[in-house]
Each structure stands twice: as structure tokens, then as C-alpha cells.
């Protein structure tokens, strides 16, 4: 049985849910109880990871704020005591009647549990009697638009929803309600009227069939999105908290306003995941140094993220970009953004703390790069920007032979030959937060969990949000 509880999603599919989702989908009212619903997800899984309509199941329950979700990709033979722990099943794949696991399931509702079936769990044409609605066996037919009506008006779901919406979705012509069963929404098809979300309550447990959503993109829609979580919240409880709309809720509301800085080097796509769906980093606009120091940014960025290569700015460029530092506003500076400004001795002596020489000085070599590099890192002491950073493994860039000023804070080494010992550092500025970070060259990084969390540390500290030094 594989259970990945906290498996990373595959940056596809990931990356492809935020594209969609936007921010994550919150509750906009907050009074509701504290302790969270314990769901889990029966997945049939895929070999790359979780189904996108399963990340978007998980995505939704959990940013209402209501879920602890979790996800089974392999619930061949579960069993009671393994669903016992939960508050909340929602089944998302078919399941063979009379098996162990759906045992497992009829004994959970039967002990008073809640359980939602998605139109996943209709892949077989017979499902267990005490499901709300039944489904012929037939085929989908073409997504196409559907006018759906929320009809159970005195159902706990439906109180406040709006009572008809439309979407683009598909569902099954030969769905029918068992007799007793609540029908809270319908629709039209070719074969007439259609229920398309029922509940029923056998004995003390609760079920809920939800058919819509026959994919990531009829899952992202706002009724859907309401449907599901306060259908999940009714089944796991009995009574629904949840408001009839849930909103995108965007960044927090003490979110950092930063600047993204790129240009003159070119880098991955998947190099802008780091900041998708952060909700402590506000809109993130992307600029070049070129054209952002054309102004006094003081006014409206917390922090400056770098990840450009520039050569050289104008006298107007760079008295914006000191007058920006020297107001104590942040700086994060990544990976190829060291080789920026060589001859702006004030930015890599005073601020940054680092740089990648281009060529020789004096006696010093000029710096050099090597890629693909197994790279074994260290935190160096304690820092706010090493939360939760332990000792990990990276396949990345090196750089060898950079200017380092003796006066940087180490944040993390390494002992690789082709590296210089410090792969990351506070640095030497007086009047700001700075932070470097060498790593970060492609995907490999993007994608690290360790990667991912020092970068949002750094962002953080740098704006002032962490206290420490």
C-alpha cells in the first residue's frame, strides 16, 4: 500500500494547478472551528504522481480552511482501523463492489464517518446501494456547457448558494437518484433532467454524490469549488460553516511587496515556480535593472530579488538602486545576479558581500562555473533564514573563485572541489537585509524542497517579516 502523504507533486502538474487556481481559494469568513476535518483522498493515482483532478481535490479542501487532507493513491485493501483516524473519505476512483476497501468504506459511513464520491468513483456501473446516486455504465459525453440549478433549497449545502450557475463540464446521461435521497442540484442533458449532486444519510453517517468536475478546469470553478468543500464539511459533521462563496483570497495580508529583477542571462521557466502560489509575497512584478532604476522604488517595494546579469547601470540607475539599500529595504541576490555591477565596487564590498570576477584581479583568478555538480550542503550555524534547513544533497551549478568579503555571515557550505566553501551568506550592508544565495541554476534547484524553502526564508528575512540577524 503506498501512502504518499506528503509527496511532492510533479512540477507539471503542480505548476499546471497554480496556472489555473490563481491564488489559493480561502474562506472569506473566518469564524468556523478551529480544529480542522481529517479527509482522505482514494486516488487511482498515476505513474508521475497524483491525477490533476486529484491535486485540485486536495488544493480545494485544503485552502478552504476547514481540511487536513491527505491522499491515498493505491486503497486496494484498506481497511476500517486504516480509515478510522479520519473524519472524512472522499472517494475519487472506482471502487470493485464487495471489495476489501469498499467494505472498509460502507463500514466507515456506517460508524457515523462522512464520505464524498466525485464522479471518479462512477468508473464502474454497479456502486454500493447506499450511495445517493447511481450511474448506467455509459460513457461521458463531450465537455459542453451545462446550466446547473441548486434545487435542494432546505439542505444545509445549499443554504445561501445561488441557485443556478453555468459551466463547462461533462457528466453522465444515465445518473439517477436512489429513492430517499436528497437531490441538491440538477442539470439538462439529452436524456432530460439529471441530478447531479445528492445526499443521503444511512444510519448516522453521511454520503454526498458530487458529479461535476469531470476535470481541472470544471474543478476551477467557483460553485464547484463552494459545492465540494461545503459538501465535505456536511458529510464529516453534519453541519456546514463554510460560506456559500469562496473566494480567491490572494497574498496575506502582511504580504511582501517585492520586485523581481531578470534579464541578460538567460534561465529556466521553471524558475518563476519558486514564487507561484506564495502567499506571503504579494504580485509579483518582473522587470529589468535597466528599466526599474529609472525610478525611486522606496515607495513601493519591501525587497528587490535578483536574478539577472546586468553589467553596468547609469549614475541615475544606481543612485535609486543605493538610495533603495541605504533606506534599509531588502535584497535577495541569486545565483548569476553575483556576476552584476564588477566594476561597482560599493555594490559587492559593502552590500552584496560577494561577486563572480569575469576576469583575473591582481593576483586573484577570475571565478569559474562548472554544471551538473553533486553538491553536498551544510547550514552554517543558526539564522532565520535556515529555518528548517537541515544538511541536503543538490545536483546545480557550481561557482569556484568568487570575491567574498571577509565581513559576510555564512548561511551554508559545502565541500565540493569545484565550489568556493560558502554557498550562501548575509551580507556586509550597514543599512539593509541582505541575502546571497549561489545555488539556483536550473530546474534541479527550482524543484528542491530545501531550494525552494531558503529562498522564501530569504525573502522573508530580507523584508523585515523574520527577526534575527
Known amino acids: 500500500m503506498v501512502w504518499p502523504i506528503d509527496r511532492i507533486v510533479a512540477l507539471g502538474v503542480w505548476a499546471a494547478w497554480l496556472l489555473w487556481a490563481g491564488p489559493s481559494v480561502r474562506a472569506s469568513e473566518p469564524d468556523r472551528p478551529s480544529k480542522p476535518l481529517r479527509a482522505l483522498i482514494l486516488s ?10 486529484t491535486t485540485a481535490l486536495k488544493c480545494i479542501l485544503t485552502d478552504s480552511g476547514r481540511f487536513d487532507v491527505r491522499v491515498c493513491e493505491s486503497p486496494s485493501g484498506l481497511s476500517l482501523s486504516t480509515l478510522s483516524s479520519f473524519d472524512l473519505v472522499v472517494v475519487a476512483t472506482g471502487l470493485e463492489r464487495g471489495s476489501d476497501t469498499a ?13 464524498v464520491v466525485t464522479q471518479g468513483a462512477f468508473e464502474t456501473s454497479e456502486v454500493p446501494d447506499d450511495w445517493p446516486l447511481i450511474a448506467g455504465g455509459q460513457p461521458r459525453p463531450p465537455v459542453r456547457f451545462l446550466d446547473v440549478k441548486v434545487a435542494g ?15 463547462a463540464d461533462s457528466v453522465p446521461d444515465s445518473l439517477a437518484a436512489r429513492p430517499g435521497a436528497a437531490v441538491i442540484a440538477t442539470t439538462s442533458s439529452g ?10 444519510t444511512p444510519g448516522t453517517g453521511r454520503i454526498v454524490a458530487l458529479v461535476l468536475g469531470c476535470d481541472a478546469s470544471a474543478m476551477h470553478e467557483p460553485q464547484f469549488r463552494a459545492l465540494l468543500a461545503r459538501a465535505g464539511e456536511w458529510a464529516a459533521s453534519g453541519a456546514v460553516t463554510l460560506p456559500a462563496t469562496l473566494r480567491p483570497s490572494g497574498p496575506a495580508a502582511d504580504a511582501v511587496k517585492a520586485l523581481l529583477i531578470t534579464g541578460g542571462h538567460d534561465h529556466e521557466a521553471a524558475f518563476y515556480s519558486l514564487f507561484s502560489g506564495d502567499r506571503a509575497i504579494d504580485w509579483l512584478p518582473v522587470d529589468t535593472a535597466a528599466n526599474a532604476f529609472k525610478k525611486d522604488l522606496r515607495g513601493q517595494y519591501d525587497l528587490i530579488i535578483m536574478y539577472d546579469f546586468t553589467r553596468d547601470l547609469d549614475d541615475a540607475g544606481k543612485q535609486n538602486l543605493r538610495a533603495f539599500v ?6 535577495v541576490v541569486l545565483h548569476h545576479a553575483l556576476l552584476n555591477y564588477q566594476a561597482w565596487t560599493w555594490w559587492s564590498e559593502e552590500v552584496v558581500g560577494g561577486r563572480y570576477r569575469l576576469r583575473r584581479e591582481g ?20 539564522h532565520p533564514v535556515l529555518n528548517g534547513i537541515h544538511p541536503f544533497h543538490i545536483v546545480d551549478e557550481s561557482y569556484k573563485n568568487l570575491y567574498l568579503s571577509p565581513r559576510i ?6 565541500d565540493n ?16 537585509r541582505v541575502v546571497a544565495i549561489q545555488l539556483g541554476h536550473g530546474h534541479s534547484a527550482f524543484g528542491h524542497p530545501s531550494y525552494r524553502a531558503l529562498v522564501h526564508n530569504a525573502v522573508l528575512w530580507a523584508a523585515g517579516r523574520a527577526s534575527g540577524r
Request: with cysteine; glycine share 12%.
Open 363 to 382: 593576483a586573484s583568478p577570475s571565478s569559474s562555473v562548472k554544471n551538473d555538480q553533486q553538491i553536498w550542503v551544510r547550514p552554517a550555524g543558526t
Open 191 to 200: 436524456s432530460g433532467t439529471v441530478p447531479v449532486l445528492a445526499a443521503s
Open 417 to 432: 572541489p569545484t565550489s568556493d566553501t560558502h554557498l550562501a551568506w548575509i551580507g556586509p550592508c550597514a543599512t539593509s
Open 44 to 53: 487511482g493515482g498515476e505513474p508521475q504522481g497524483p491525477s490533476a483532478t
Open 103 to 115: 467494505k472498509a468504506v460502507a463500514a466507515f459511513v456506517a460508524a457515523g464517518k462522512g464520505l
Open 153 to 167: 433549497s432546505d439542505h444545509p449545502i445549499a443554504h445561501g448558494m445561488n441557485r443556478a450557475f453555468r459551466t
Open 409 to 414: 555571515q555564512p548561511l551554508l557550505t559545502t
Open 326 to 331: 541605504e533606506s534599509g529595504k531588502g535584497v
